[in-house]
């Protein structure tokens, strides 16, 4: 396992507490030695500024960090700002998306990611690792299941160095996309992005908002857990081991997990694998 890459990513707290609490969680997962942790964007503005300092404060922390960036409402000045930024910082990895826009902002001034990466490469040159967004049970917007695998070759052809996924629980699903994947001449890493899991309604909301499939026997067990949130935990910890497992045996170049700002149940399903990036 070990040229295998394991990475975290940690959201942009809204208060001083949760600062605080991400600090911690850091401190504590930084033992396990992870590639690198990265921190979501929020395209249109909302935590732009929250990003940024949060990217510095782990930086300065003396971790390696993965800013997301995404165009989201802003023109190439911002990015370009945003870009030097980091490169004087000494960052030199990036999750480059599409983004989402916050309910009430409109599409119209979506850039799709494949764009942003021949920016950021006009620009930067081949300075940063470029990370783009994969969707093994396919993007909710996607034309088709082949327009998703071609878009995801245009971002990669467009000089990104490789791929995160949407998580998923269905490691079929994840398989099957890459021998798909490999059919159209993709070559680069495809990691799957881990969710653990903590609390089942929080989780039915956000898979049905971004297209990733809970299956039927995984929801009914969940469901009938109710608020026993050790019973959730114990089982998302084992399922999650046991997906994971799959996933390294059947090739996966590595993993990257969504901790949710929190050390549990990351650490666990770390511990359970044994990983150790290099
Ligand atoms: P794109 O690759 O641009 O694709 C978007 C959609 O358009 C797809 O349906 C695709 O099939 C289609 N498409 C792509 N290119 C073209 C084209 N040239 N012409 C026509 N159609 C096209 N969201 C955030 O807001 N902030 C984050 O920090 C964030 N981090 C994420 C990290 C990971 C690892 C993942 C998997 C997702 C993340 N997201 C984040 C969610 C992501 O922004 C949304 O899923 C968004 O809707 C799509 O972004 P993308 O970069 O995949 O888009």
Redesign the pocket.
Known sequence: MSNKIYSC?F?PPKSALGDQNLAATWETLREKNPAFF??????GGSTKEK?FTTVKRINDAGLKVAP?L?FGGDGGDAVIELLDQYREMGINRL??????LPSGMGGSH???????VTFIRQHSGDYFHI?????PEI?????SFD??LY??K??LDAGANSA???YFYNPDAYFYFIDRCQAIGIDKPIVP?IMPITNFSNLARFSDA?GAEIPRWMRKRLESFADDSDSILAFGVELVTDLCEKLLNGGAPGL?FYTMNKTEPTISIWNNLGLTST
């Not at 979506?110 to 942003?116: I, T």
């Not at 993007?139 to 034309?143: F, I, L, N, T, Y």
Request: proline share 2%.
């Open positions: 990513e959201f990265s921190v979501t964007y929020g395209a990003t997301h995404s999750v480059a998306l599409r983004g989402d979506l850039v799709y990611a494949n764009e942003l990370e783009v967004a994969a969707y993007h909710p917007q996607a034309e327009k998703d878009y995801l245009n971002k995160i996924t949407q992005g971004c990257h």
